[in-house]
């Protein structure tokens, strides 16, 4: 995968990720006491999976050649990690 792709799909999973996360917060804000709880621990899990995903694109964009060849195969394997925890947070609101 080229560099450019990669740190392009990074964007446009941290930016749909931002909007989720402010569609929970929407419902946070709906919600009663008990829940509101759960919600915000989520809430908090999802922001940083946001933010983390925001670092390692602005990470593979500042590669240079070399180093982004080294990286590779952990940046994939760091992404397929963020999607797992989108995923586990996301499924609290189910």
Request: without cysteine.
């Amino acid at each position: 995968m080229l560099k450019q792709n990669f740190a392009d799909q990074l964007k446009a999973q941290s930016e749909i990720w931002r909007e989720q996360t402010k569609d929970y917060q929407e419902r946070l804000e709906q919600a009663g006491e008990q829940a509101r709880a759960e919600y915000k621990k989520t809430m908090e899990q999802m922001e940083a999976t946001s933010e983390e995903a925001r670092k390692l694109a602005e990470k593979v964009r500042n590669a240079n050649e070399a180093a982004w060849k080294d990286m590779v195969t952990a940046n994939q394997k760091a992404f397929a990690e963020l999607q797992r925890g989108w995923a586990e947070a996301v499924s609290r609101f189910q």
